[in-house]
């Protein structure tokens, strides 16, 4: 094999993506499948104090991607608090990320 054969692609979702309830689809194989890696959120219901840790490592992962050059999304998941608190902060280390179109 030559070159890197990764996509350099990595979309942001949320644990219930990942872990689905009972007959909910499988995004993370179709995001897969579309070429994106996938960077998974804590469970949104952990206490804040656990959760936090793991949204910092979560930042710093993307951060880590997008001073490599990849491309960064988020799956839109509005109704998410993960999301709401990773957004909050990597706004907070100075960094955006847009939706996945």
Do not use: K
Not at 30 to 55: E, H, K, M, Y
Not at 91 to 97: F, K, L, Q
């Amino acid at each position: 094999m030559r070159g890197d054969v990764r996509s350099r692609r990595v979309v942001v979702v949320p644990d219930v993506v990942v872990n689905p309830p009972d007959g909910a689809s499988d995004r993370p194989s179709d995001v897969a499948l579309c070429g994106w890696g996938v960077v998974a959120l804590p469970p949104s219901d952990l206490p804040a104090d656990i959760a936090q840790p793991l949204v910092t490592a979560a930042v710093d992962q993307v951060i880590a991607f997008l001073d490599g050059g990849y491309e960064v999304a988020l799956l839109p998941c509005a109704d998410d608090p993960g999301m709401h608190r990773f957004v909050a902060a990597l706004a907070a280390s100075g960094r955006t990320v847009a939706d996945l179109a």
